[in-house]
């Protein structure tokens, strides 16, 4: 069977099929070089003659089994119909999230290690905090929204019950000095406002900041971190306390926010760059 292929615009042929074969394997034709034959009624490109592509024109379908070039090249181990086809397009890869700080990033900005996911601007942090011994925790159970609803109501019942106490002391106090008078009274109402403030701020940030959970949250078996699981300090644990307020002050919207977030993150966490997480 006598071939003829079109290379620079030119026509070339007649060849054999062992001749077009050969010039397909070096590489002086492809896949979508033009050939005819004399029984064809025009130039068709050569990957229609390749097994599993395009079905070859009907004319073409009669040409004896020698006829196609990648039939000749079965014992040569040919190239794939896939290979000579133009790739599918991918998908773009998904950003993946910096351990370290939390941003969002494309998969190849990050560095790896183990499972955690490190951007640039985090590394020399990360890599000290590698030399210093702390934990990277890249897998995180984060705690959903009812459980940390049930550790808060523990805690509000905690202080609710020694600020009752503190309140009780304190009036007996004021009775025991005879404080009568309208600036008195003022005076002792405006004391326990701030003892009703600082209560509830020194317990969260002691008990967070020293072992990462209230009680309430020890109860419930979970505790607050930093994104890469390591301990909060006292700092951020009252700036999480006053940032806490604002989560409630909003219609409590800042609360509910961790019933939807990925990693089940309040406003205050958002905030402080914190997350709860499941002992």
Not at 87 to 99: D, G, I
Not at 243 to 263: N, T, V
Request: net charge positive.
């Amino acid at each position: 069977m006598e071939w003829f292929y079109s290379l620079n615009g030119e026509e070339n042929g007649p060849i054999s099929t062992d001749d077009l074969k050969t010039l397909f394997k070096s590489k002086t034709i492809t896949a979508e070089t033009k050939v005819r034959r004399i029984d064809m009624p025009g130039w068709q490109p050569l990957r229609q003659f390749i097994k599993g592509a395009a079905a070859p024109p009907p004319d073409a379908a009669t040409q004896p089994a020698t006829g196609s070039p990648l039939e000749m090249e079965r014992q040569d181990s040919p190239p794939s119909a896939a290979s000579l086809s133009p790739a599918a397009p991918t998908a773009e890869p998904s950003a993946s999230r910096c351990s370290e700080c939390g941003g969002d990033f494309p998969p190849d900005d990050l560095i790896r290690f183990d499972n955690a996911h490190i951007c640039a601007a985090c590394k020399p942090l990360f890599t000290q905090k590698l030399r210093e011994g702390v934990r990277v925790q890249s897998t995180m159970n984060f705690a959903g929204f009812w459980i940390r609803f049930g550790a808060k109501f523990i805690d509000m019942l905690i202080i609710t019950v020694v600020s009752l106490i503190i309140g009780f002391m304190l009036g007996l106090t004021i009775g025991i000095g005879g404080v009568e008078s309208d600036g008195g009274s003022l005076v002792a109402t405006l004391v326990i406002q701030i003892i009703n403030i600082l209560i509830p701020a020194a317990y969260t940030t002691y008990m967070v900041g020293r072992y990462g959970a209230t009680l309430g949250k020890m109860a419930c078996g979970i505790k607050v971190v930093r994104p890469d699981g390591g301990r909060v300090s006292y700092a951020r644990a009252l700036g999480r306390h006053f940032a806490e307020i604002l989560s409630g002050l909003i219609l409590a919207i800042g609360y509910i926010m961790a019933a939807f977030d990925s990693e089940k993150r309040a406003l205050h966490d958002h905030i402080c760059s914190t997350r709860v997480v499941k002992k």
